[in-house]
C-alpha cells in the first residue's frame, strides 16, 4: 500500500498505511486471495473519511473493518453465483418448453396446411386470402367469380376445421 503513503487524509488511514502488511496477512489467512488488494483499497477509502477517533483501538477497528469487507465480498459473490444459477435454470426451462412448443407449433401447421388443402383449393385459395392477405370478402369473390355468400360458406368450413385441429391438440 506504499501507493497511499503521503496522502493519507486521516490519523486512521495513517495507521492503515503503516500496518498494511499485519492488515494483508490477516485477510489472505482469511481466504481472501485474489480480492486482498480489493479490500484493502476500499478500507484506504474508508478510513481516508474517518476524521474522529476510534476507540478503543484504531487497529482493532482496522481489522474489524477488514473482516466486514471481506465478508461483505463473500456475499456478494454468493448472491452473484445464486442468481446466475437461477437464470441459468429458468433459461434452460424456457429454452426446454420453447423447444417443445416450436415442434408442437410446426406439427399444428403441418396439420392445418393438409387439413385445409383436403377442403379444396378454393376453400384454401378462399382462407388464405382472407386470412393471411387481408383481403376483403367481397373482393375475393369477384376475383374467383362466385358469389359473397360462397365466400362466406368457404371461410365457415375452414374456421370448422380449424376448431377441430385446436380441439385434437387439445385433447393430446
Known amino acids: 500500500m506504499t501507493e497511499y503513503e503521503g496522502v493519507a487524509s486521516s490519523r486512521l488511514a495513517q495507521i492503515l498505511v503503516s500496518n498494511n502488511g499485519k492488515i494483508r496477512a490477516y485477510l489472505l489467512a482469511r481466504g481472501a486471495g485474489d480480492v486482498v488488494d480489493d479490500v484493502l483499497q476500499e478500507m484506504?477509502?474508508?478510513?481516508?473519511?474517518i476524521d474522529r477517533p476510534v476507540e478503543p483501538s484504531p487497529l482493532s477497528y482496522l481489522f474489524r473493518m477488514a473482516e466486514h469487507l471481506l465478508l461483505d465480498i463473500w456475499r456478494q459473490g454468493n448472491r452473484r453465483s445464486m442468481r446466475e444459477a437461477q437464470w441459468s435454470e429458468a433459461y434452460q426451462e424456457l429454452h426446454e418448453v420453447s423447444a417443445e412448443s416450436h415442434v408442437l407449433a410446426n406439427q399444428k401447421v403441418g396439420i392445418v396446411v393438409g387439413r385445409l388443402a383436403a377442403m379444396g383449393a378454393r376453400v384454401e385459395h378462399?382462407?388464405?386470402?382472407?386470412?393471411?392477405?387481408?383481403?376483403?370478402q367481397r373482393l375475393i369473390a369477384e376475383e374467383?367469380?362466385?358469389?359473397?355468400?360462397?365466400?362466406?360458406k368457404d371461410l365457415r368450413k375452414a374456421y370448422t376445421a380449424l376448431l377441430k385441429v385446436g380441439r385434437d391438440f387439445d385433447a393430446v
Open 44 to 49: 484506504w477509502i474508508r478510513a481516508s473519511r
Open 126 to 136: 378462399v382462407f388464405r386470402r382472407y386470412r393471411l392477405d387481408g383481403v376483403e
Open 144 to 152: 374467383l367469380g362466385v358469389s359473397l355468400s360462397t365466400v362466406e
